[in-house]
C-alpha cells in the first residue's frame, strides 16, 4: 500500500536559492493539498489542485511560491529566492472525489530548513 | 472566513486516565468535522470524521460528537495509553465552498505509564 510520498524529507539551503519539493499522491486521487506547518501550529493551507487544476492559489504565501501537476499526478512545490522565515514543514495531502467528508491522506512532510 | 479553536496543551494524563480535548469552531455553511493525530516526525493521520449535525465519529477507542448548536467536536477517550502521546488537530471543511480546509493549531497529549 502506497501513501503519500513526499521528496526529500529534508532539504538544507542557504538563504536565496530556489529549492523545489516533490510530491506522490495516493495514485487514484484526483485532489492535491499543500500546507506549510510550523512548530507549534496546525496545517496552514497554501493552494490545491483537482486533477491538474490549480483552483485555489490565493493562499500562497508570496509570488515566490508556485506549484504545478502537469499531468494530474505528482506536484511540485516551488519555493524561490528563500529566506529564513521559509523554515518550515511543507505537507503534501490527496483526496478522492469532491465532497467535503472525503478525509485527506497526508505525506510526511518535507522539512525545509534556511542557513 | 472560518476558524478552528482547541484548547491549549500540553494536556499531560496518566495511562488509564479520561481524556478531553475541547474544539469549537465557525463557519458560514455546514462543514464536515475531522480529528487528525500526528507523531513526532511524521504527517497527520486521520483519526475520525462526522459529516453532519449529531454524527459521533470513533476511531481506536476516541470518538467525538458533531454538536451543532454548540459548534463543538470534542475528542475524547475513555482510558488513554502512552502510545497515544502525540498531537491532535481539530479541522474543518466545508462543502460548497472554495474547499479550503482549516486547522486548530493542534494539542499536544503526554501520557505517562
Known amino acids: 500500500d502506497t501513501g503519500v510520498s513526499q521528496d526529500p524529507r529534508h532539504k538544507i539551503t542557504k538563504r536565496g536559492q530556489n529549492v523545489t519539493f516533490r510530491c506522490d499522491p495516493i495514485s487514484e486521487h484526483n485532489r492535491l493539498y499543500w500546507y506549510r506547518q510550523t512548530l507549534g501550529q496546525g496545517p496552514e493551507f497554501l493552494t490545491y489542485f483537482q486533477n491538474e487544476a490549480q483552483l485555489e492559489k490565493s493562499r500562497l504565501l508570496s509570488d515566490r511560491f508556485s506549484a504545478e501537476r502537469p499531468k494530474g499526478s505528482f506536484s511540485t512545490l516551488e519555493i524561490q529566492r528563500t529566506e529564513q522565515g521559509d523554515s518550515a514543514m511543507y505537507l503534501c495531502a490527496s483526496s478522492l472525489g469532491q465532497g467535503s467528508n472525503q478525509p485527506q491522506h497526508f505525506g510526511d512532510g518535507t522539512r525545509l530548513s534556511i542557513l | 472566513g472560518n476558524s478552528v479553536t482547541q484548547m491549549e496543551g500540553p494536556v499531560t494524563l496518566s495511562e488509564e486516565a479520561f481524556l478531553t480535548i475541547n474544539c469549537t469552531y465557525t463557519?458560514?455553511?455546514?462543514?464536515?468535522l475531522f480529528w487528525y493525530v500526528q507523531y513526532p516526525g511524521e504527517g497527520l493521520q486521520l483519526l475520525l470524521k462526522a459529516t453532519k449535525a449529531d454524527d459521533k465519529g470513533s476511531n481506536k477507542g476516541f470518538e467525538a460528537t458533531y454538536r451543532k448548536e454548540t459548534t463543538s467536536f470534542h475528542l475524547e477517550k475513555g482510558s488513554v495509553q502512552v502510545s497515544d502521546s502525540a498531537v491532535y488537530f481539530c479541522?474543518?471543511?466545508?462543502?460548497?465552498?472554495?474547499?479550503?480546509?482549516?486547522f486548530g493549531r493542534g494539542t499536544s497529549l503526554i501520557v505517562h505509564p
Open positions: 479541522a474543518l471543511f466545508e462543502a460548497g465552498g472554495s474547499y479550503i480546509p482549516t
Open positions: 463557519a458560514t455553511g455546514y462543514p464536515s
